[in-house]
């Protein structure tokens, strides 16, 4: 247990209905991360904050993800309309700013399945 | 674009052999992570390294970052079963997102 929580673990949902995914960090982290990883790749980079500033937004972030982190704790990324394309795991992780390499601490991830 | 390759992507090994995965990349990094993912679950981290030509050691995993911090390499000693797993190599390269390799599947056959 790294100390990130992610909830739902897994969710299945149907084409065009909306989701909302959570993740607590470390309670000391400063920084927050959401990335998505596929079958057979890595994760790759959706966005990340800065306490409760959204700082930097992939393009792989379409106008259908938002993500939210309002008092600079816990955050959520919700998807609206879900596509099949969007079925992957979704990944949570958090650091501390200022540390010597701001080393990222993942949660167990969300598993989403659209049907 | 996957900017770190991870070779090999499979590997198959007898428990108690020895095996080196490695993570190269055209890109310097400030520093580069090793994690290794279960099925369903969560990367969980192993190491972090920053200096060129760092060498960490974790029981039996040593973990070497190249000298210009663009490549690395993941050794095992004597693998056992409970070595089976995604491993995962990550560069920081001063952006605050991780760059991840496709990750090396490791195998450890009893």
């Known amino acids: 247990d790294t100390g990130v929580s992610q909830n739902p673990r897994h969710k299945i949902t149907k084409r065009g209905q909306n989701v909302t995914f959570r993740c607590d960090p470390i309670?000391?982290?400063?920084?927050l991360y959401w990335y998505r990883q596929t079958l057979g790749q890595g994760p790759e980079f959706l966005t990340y904050f800065q306490n409760e500033a959204q700082l930097e937004k992939s393009r792989l972030l379409s106008d259908r993800f938002s993500a939210e982190r309002p008092k600079g704790s816990f955050s959520t990324l919700e998807i609206q309309r879900t596509e099949q394309g969007d079925s992957a795991m979704y990944l949570c992780?958090?650091?501390?700013?200022?540390?010597?390499?701001?080393?990222?601490?993942f949660g167990p991830g969300t598993r989403l399945t659209v049907l | 674009t996957q900017l770190l390759e991870q070779s090999p992507q499979f590997l198959s090994i007898q428990e108690g052999e020895n095996l080196t995965v490695y993570c190269n990349s055209s890109?310097?990094?400030?520093?580069l992570q090793w994690y290794r993912q279960e099925p369903g679950e969560g990367p969980v981290l192993l190491v972090t390294?920053?200096?060129?030509?760092e060498v960490k050691k974790l029981k039996r995993l040593t973990f070497q970052f190249g000298d210009a911090r663009k490549d690395s390499s993941l050794h095992i000693t004597a693998a056992q079963p409970g070595d089976t797993g995604l491993y995962l190599c990550?560069?920081?390269?001063?952006?605050?997102?991780?760059?991840f390799g496709k990750g090396n599947q490791v195998v450890v056959i009893p």
């Open positions: 992780a958090s650091s501390l700013a200022g540390a010597r390499t701001d080393t990222q601490y």
């Open positions: 990550a560069g920081a390269g001063g952006n605050n997102r991780l760059a």
């Open positions: 890109s310097v990094f400030s520093s």
């Open positions: 390294v920053v200096t060129g030509g």
């Open positions: 309670s000391e982290h400063n920084r």
